[in-house]
Structure formats: structure tokens, C-alpha cells
T-cell receptor, first 117, second 113 residues
Framework: GAVVSQHPSRVICKSGTSVKIECRSL??????MFWYRQFPKKSLMLMAT?????????EQGVEKDKFLINHASLTLSTLTVTSAHPEDSSFYIC?????????????FGPGTRLLVL | QQPVQSPQAVILREGEDAVINCSSS?????VHWYRQKHGEAPVFLMI?????EQKGHEKISASFNEKKQQSSLYLTASQLSYSGTYFC??????????????FGSGTQLTVLP
């Protein structure tokens, strides 16, 4: 299977600061990556679809100015949580898949646990 | 729309069997099954494409009934390592590039010694 990395794995920040999370596809090129948010004991909620070379597509209710997504290359997408507040504390996970193959799936990064104090 | 998973939680003893169901109100192209351990990212188990196929992965197998828009995950002779939360992810059509999945609410499986 494909490998997706995420960095950092854990971050603690003060309220009002910005945090950048990186998602990389290590052994394949991903024109599309997905960003999810997961609260404890809840399902994965899609936040946005990151498209290489173009604007991200955000799900309804997700503030695009707060969660900035940049997909600058075929192997890297970044999510920046701007002016973070305690309610932004969550588990953020990215995923990517090998395009064009019906038998392929999405592969998840290891996730980033964000705690905003 | 989020697929519905059942049961929400199940507790087993080692060696017992379990079935987890995933049901959608929309026609499906594929169903993807994942297992997530606490504090970790979901790990891919298997994908089923429309065609009603059944697949197996060690003692874990799954079926997909496209007419009923349902998939079931079968865990036989469960092991302690099977504990975790199981998610189904559904896909309405194959886009060729991005595989945008909609995830169910999850089934928490606990295997006791």
C-alpha cells in the first residue's frame, strides 16, 4: 500500500497562534488529498479536498479563512489552522490515494493531535 | 449522506465471531473498510467494488450487496488485536482520481481474553 506521512504528530499551542500541519505522499504522487477532523469517539468528518495547483474545496460549515490549505506539489499538502482557539483542538488526519485505479483506496497519514490552550 | 453502521458497539471473547453492517441510502460504487486503534489513524482493511463480490483478509472478510446498498464485515475467531473502531467508507461513483469517501459513525469492537 501507499505511504502517507504527517507532521507534526502532536502540537500544543497558545490560543491565537497559527499551526501548520504537513501531509506528504511518500511513494506516489497525489493530485488530490483530503483533510479530516475527528473528535474523540466520533467519525471522520471531511473538512476539505486539497487539489494540487488549484484552490481547495471546503465542506459546508468549514471556514476557509480559518483552515488554510495549500497543495503546492504533487506530494505535499499543508493545513494551517489560523488564530487557533481551544475549540479547534482535535485530531486532524490527511489522506491520499493513487489516482486512476478502482482497486485503490485512500491511505491515511498518522494524524496530528492539536491541543490549543 | 453518512452511511449507517450497526451495531454501534460490540464486546466479544477471544475466538468469537462478529458481523458489522454498513448501510447507505444511496447507490454505491464501492465500500472501503478501515480499523482504527485509539489515538492512531485508520488502517485500510479491504475495498469492495460494485458487483456483489466478497473478499477476505486473514480471518476478516466482507461482502457487498449493491442492490441493497449494504456491506457487511465478518470477523471470525476474533483475536485481541481485532479490538478497535471499524469504519466503513462509501463512494457513490468512481471519479478516476480522488476517492472521496463518506464515513459511517463507526463500530467499537472490544475483544476480551
Amino acid at each position: 500500500g501507499a505511504v502517507v506521512s504527517q507532521h507534526p504528530s502532536r502540537v500544543i499551542c497558545k490560543s491565537g497562534t497559527s499551526v501548520k500541519i504537513e501531509c506528504r505522499s511518500l511513494d506516489f504522487q497525489a493530485t488530490t488529498m483530503f483533510w479530516y477532523r475527528q473528535f474523540p469517539k466520533k467519525s471522520l468528518m471531511l473538512m476539505a479536498t486539497s487539489n494540487e495547483g488549484s484552490k481547495a474545496t471546503y465542506e459546508q460549515g468549514v471556514e476557509k479563512d480559518k483552515f488554510l490549505i495549500n497543495h503546492a506539489s504533487l506530494t505535499l499538502s499543508t493545513l494551517t489552522v489560523t488564530s487557533a482557539h481551544p475549540e479547534d483542538s482535535s485530531f486532524y488526519i490527511c489522506s491520499a490515494g493513487i489516482p486512476g485505479r478502482p482497486q485503490e483506496t485512500q491511505y491515511f497519514g498518522p494524524g496530528t493531535r492539536l491541543l490549543v490552550l | 449522506q453518512q452511511p449507517v453502521q450497526s451495531p454501534q458497539a460490540v464486546i466479544l471473547r477471544e475466538g468469537e465471531d462478529a458481523v458489522i453492517n454498513c448501510s447507505s441510502s444511496k447507490a454505491l460504487y464501492s465500500v472501503h473498510w478501515y480499523r482504527q486503534k485509539h489515538g492512531e489513524a485508520p488502517v485500510f482493511l479491504m475495498i469492495l467494488l460494485k458487483g456483489g463480490e466478497q473478499k477476505g483478509h486473514e480471518k476478516i472478510s466482507a461482502s457487498f450487496n449493491e442492490k441493497k446498498q449494504q456491506s457487511s464485515l465478518y470477523l471470525t475467531a476474533s483475536q485481541l488485536s481485532y479490538s478497535g473502531t471499524y469504519f466503513c467508507g462509501t463512494e457513490a461513483f468512481f471519479s478516476g482520481s480522488a476517492r472521496q469517501l463518506t464515513f459511517g459513525s463507526g463500530t467499537q469492537l472490544t475483544v476480551l481474553p
